[in-house]
């Protein structure tokens, strides 16, 4: 068995490090808590790292990203109120989280 040039091993490689069901039960599903402790501070998952790659192809905005991300989440909070949205009672419409798939792009 030969492999091309040009083919996409690592990327399928970093989805199977990612997705592997043994290190995060029901890897499809949105659940952004497994990756928290009981304080909810953030977990040191040194596997989360390989997100960015690693050695002399590791992605150079990484630190922009993590920063861009946190400014836009503060933003969003300082100046919105964000709540779940209300029916014509008043009650609080129930939100189910999902994430969906459409031609490659993870919604």
């Known amino acids: ?47 989360l790292s390989f997100v960015f790659g690693f050695g002399k192809r590791i992605c150079p905005g990484r630190h922009f990203v993590d920063a861009t991300i946190f400014i836009v989440i503060s933003s969003v909070l300082s100046v919105f109120k964000v709540t779940k949205a209300k029916d014509e009672n008043g009650h609080e419409i129930p939100v189910k989280a999902a994430v969906t798939a459409d031609r490659g792009v993870v919604m």
Request: glycine content about 4%.
């Open 1 to 47: 068995m030969s492999v091309s040039k040009h083919s996409d091993v690592g990327l399928r490689c970093f989805r199977a490090i990612l997705h592997d069901p043994e290190v995060y039960p029901d890897p499809e599903e949105f659940r952004p808590e497994r990756f928290l402790n009981e304080d909810g501070s953030v977990q040191d998952d040194p596997i």
